[in-house]
């Protein structure tokens, strides 16, 4: 692994599509490594995302893509767990692997954007979500209204200021994050674009532009 598993390690798991990952993915990886003084962040495409429809692109090429766009960025790491796993690609089941990868003392997080943080309560198990890791929600500064009632009761209690009092313990605790690059680039719109024809420059690591080019993806994207 070429980390040390004791009770200091820092290790965050960062689900998602990635379809096309790009920029805002990676500067926010970096920016949380900075933010929460992690060891590791594990960029994991899902294979089978459960609240949405498949990706037009297969989990193995996203993979491949978002290994080009981490390269060598230090502490960054494109996971393949849930590709090799059948069934749908749960986030529980995926931070128990990676709890019993790094053991019961380590500190391990979930990050996630706020937009998915509000529909937590909906999510496979959530509260084994807890029992395994702590929820980093990446804060968005223009979003201030009340929770769900059903995100409110799960996440009551688990609240903490500041990172120092997150890593208190291995697991349970909530911490809202605001990271100090907030790059607004949507996905959707980088596949449209690629669609239609239209430029996706500095949008997209290069790595990854050129791939995307040269193997047509997205063309016939809706």
């Given at each position: 692994?070429?980390i040390s598993?004791?009770?200091t390690?820092?290790?965050a798991?960062?689900?998602?599509?990635?379809d096309?990952?790009?920029?805002?993915?990676?500067?926010?990886?970096?920016?949380l490594?900075?933010?929460?003084?992690?060891?590791?962040?594990?960029?994991?495409p899902?294979h089978?995302?459960?609240?949405?429809?498949?990706?037009?692109?297969?989990?193995?090429?996203?993979?491949?893509?978002?290994?080009?766009g981490i390269?060598?960025?230090?502490?960054?790491?494109?996971?393949?767990?849930e590709i090799?796993?059948?069934?749908?690609?749960?986030?529980?089941?995926t931070?128990?692997?990676?709890?019993?990868?790094?053991?019961?003392?380590?500190?391990?997080?979930?990050?996630?954007?706020?937009?998915?943080?509000?529909?937590?309560?909906?999510?496979?198990?959530?509260?084994?979500?807890?029992?395994?890791?702590?929820?980093?929600?990446?804060?968005r500064?223009?979003?201030h209204?009340?929770?769900?009632?059903?995100?409110?009761?799960?996440?009551?209690?688990?609240?903490?200021d500041d990172?120092?009092?997150?890593?208190?313990?291995?697991?349970?605790?909530?911490?809202?994050?605001?990271?100090?690059?907030?790059?607004?680039?949507?996905a959707?719109?980088?596949?449209q674009r690629?669609c239609?024809?239209?430029?996706?420059?500095?949008?997209?690591?290069e790595?990854?532009?050129?791939?995307?080019?040269a193997?047509?993806?997205y063309r016939?994207?809706?």
């Amino acid at each position: 692994m070429g980390i040390s598993v004791s009770e200091t390690v820092r290790v965050a798991m960062l689900g998602g599509t990635f379809d096309p990952v790009h920029l805002g993915h990676l500067r926010s990886a970096v920016e949380l490594v900075d933010a929460l003084g992690l060891d590791r962040v594990h960029m994991i495409p899902a294979h089978q995302p459960p609240l949405r429809e498949a990706p037009g692109v297969p989990s193995h090429e996203r993979l491949t893509l978002l290994q080009h766009g981490i390269g060598d960025t230090p502490r960054l790491v494109a996971d393949d767990r849930e590709i090799r796993r059948d069934g749908p690609s749960y986030s529980a089941d995926t931070l128990a692997s990676l709890r019993a990868e790094y053991g019961e003392s380590a500190r391990l997080v979930m990050a996630l954007g706020h937009d998915a943080f509000l529909k937590l309560a909906d999510w496979h198990q959530p509260q084994r979500l807890f029992e395994l890791a702590h929820l980093v929600v990446i804060a968005r500064p223009d979003h201030h209204q009340p929770l769900p009632h059903t995100l409110g009761e799960l996440v009551a209690g688990r609240e903490v200021d500041d990172p120092a009092a997150l890593f208190a313990t291995p697991a349970g605790g909530l911490l809202r994050l605001s990271l100090p690059t907030r790059m607004a680039i949507s996905a959707t719109e980088v596949r449209q674009r690629l669609c239609h024809g239209g430029s996706v420059r500095y949008l997209l690591p290069e790595a990854v532009e050129r791939r995307i080019m040269a193997l047509g993806l997205y063309r016939h994207e809706r």
